[in-house]
C-alpha cells in the first residue's frame, strides 16, 4: 500500500550536495515526491510510495554524505499520498 512521509532533515545539510543525494536515494527506492531546502538551514523531503522503501530511504537520509553532517531527521507519516508521478529537486 502506497503511503507518504515529510521529512525535516537538519544539520549542515544546505549547500553540500545533499538535495542531489536526496534525489538519488528516492529514485533508487523508487520513490516519488519532492526535495527541497527549507528555512533554518533545513532540508524538506516529500516521499511517496511503499512504507518499506521509505523507511529505507529514510535510513540513508540519516546516514548522509560525508560532506554533510545530518543532526535530526524528523519524518511525519501521512496515510493519504498525493499520488506524485516522479521525484524533483525544487528550487
Request: with cysteine.
Amino acid at each position: 500500500m502506497k503511503t507518504r512521509a515529510h521529512l525535516f532533515i537538519s544539520g549542515k545539510v544546505q549547500k553540500v550536495g545533499f538535495r542531489v543525494f536526496v534525489s538519488e536515494v528516492a529514485l533508487s527506492h523508487n520513490l516519488t515526491g519532492y526535495v527541497m531546502n527549507s528555512g533554518n538551514s533545513e532540508i524538506e523531503a516529500v516521499f511517496e510510495g511503499e512504507k518499506e522503501s521509505i523507511k529505507s530511504a529514510i535510513r540513508k537520509c540519516k546516514e548522509g554524505i560525508p560532506s554533510a553532517k545530518v543532526e535530526i531527521v524528523d519524518a511525519n507519516w501521512e496515510e493519504k499520498p498525493e499520488n506524485l508521478t516522479t521525484f524533483m529537486i525544487r528550487y
